[in-house]
T-cell receptor, first 113, second 114 residues
C-alpha cells in the first residue's frame, strides 16, 4: 500500500506564477514531513520540512502547509522560476525510533519562461 | 564540503557478476541508507544502518547485501545481479543533531544489468 501519494505526475506553470504541489498520506503515525527536489543526474536535495505540530513552514519562496485532519500537505512556490523545474518528492517519517523516510512517487514541475 | 559520495556513477554489468557500489560520507553521520528509484515507484529503501556494525532491511532488500565496518562507508553489494536490479541507486546519510530528520543524498548510481 502506498502510504505517501503524489497524485499529479507532472505540473506546468508560467514563470512568476504560483506552483502548488500536493501530497496525501494515509499513516497517522507520520509526524514529520519533508520535500526534496531532484534535478536530472543528481541526488535529491532537501528543500523544506514541517513537523506535525505545525500547520505552516515558510522558507523564502517556499511554503509548506500541513492539514492533519485531511492528511494532506502542499508545497507552494511563489514566484516560480525556470530553475525550479525539477522532480519534487514528498517524504514522511513516523514518530518514534524509526529513521525511515517513506517517499511519494514524485511530481515533475516545469516552469515555463 | 559536506557530501555523500557514490561510486561508480554509471555501471553496466551482466547477470550474475558480483558488484559493489561504494558510498562514503564526510559528515560523521550515524545513520546511512540505500534507496532505489524506479519509474513510477519513487524511492524505496533497500537497507539502512543506524551505526557501525548495525544494519537492517528496508522495504526491498532481496538480492542485496550491505556492510558497515566504518562509520563513513556503507557499500551496497549485489552478489548475483539480475536484470530486475537495473535501477537508479541512491545512498543517503543523516545526523542525530538539530537537523536530525533530514537525509542527505549522494548523486546516484545508474546500474544496468544485462
Amino acid at each position: 500500500d502506498q502510504q505517501v501519494k503524489q497524485n499529479s505526475p507532472s505540473l506546468s506553470v508560467q514563470e512568476g506564477r504560483i506552483s502548488i504541489l500536493n501530497c496525501d498520506y494515509t499513516n497517522s503515525m507520520f509526524d514529520y514531513f519533508l520535500w526534496y527536489k531532484k534535478y536530472p543526474a543528481e541526488g535529491p536535495t532537501f528543500l523544506i520540512s514541517i513537523s506535525s505540530i505545525k500547520d505552516k513552514n515558510e522558507d523564502g519562496r517556499f511554503t509548506v502547509f500541513l492539514n492533519k485532519s485531511a492528511k494532506h500537505l502542499s508545497l507552494h512556490i511563489v514566484p516560480s522560476q525556470p530553475g525550479d523545474s525539477a522532480v519534487y518528492f514528498c517524504a514522511a517519517k513516523t514518530q518514534g525510533g524509526s529513521e525511515k523516510l517513506v517517499f511519494g512517487k514524485g511530481t515533475k514541475l516545469t516552469v515555463n519562461p | 564540503e559536506a557530501q555523500v559520495t557514490q561510486n561508480p556513477r554509471y555501471l553496466i554489468t551482466v547477470t550474475g557478476k558480483k558488484l559493489t557500489v561504494t558510498c562514503s560520507q564526510n559528515m560523521n553521520h550515524e545513520y546511512m541508507s540505500w534507496y532505489r528509484q524506479d519509474p513510477g515507484l519513487g524511492l524505496r529503501q533497500i537497507y539502512y544502518s543506524m551505526n557501525v556494525e548495525v544494519t537492517d532491511k528496508g522495504d526491498v532488500p532481496e538480492g542485496y547485501k550491505v556492510s558497515r565496518k566504518e562509520k563513513r562507508n556503507f557499500p551496497l553489494i549485489l552478489e548475483s545481479p539480475s536484470p530486475n536490479q537495473t535501477s537508479l541507486y541512491f545512498c543517503a546519510s543523516k545526523n542525530t543533531g538539530l537537523a536530525k530528520n533530514i537525509q542527505y543524498f549522494g548523486a546516484g548510481t545508474r546500474l544496468s544489468v544485462l
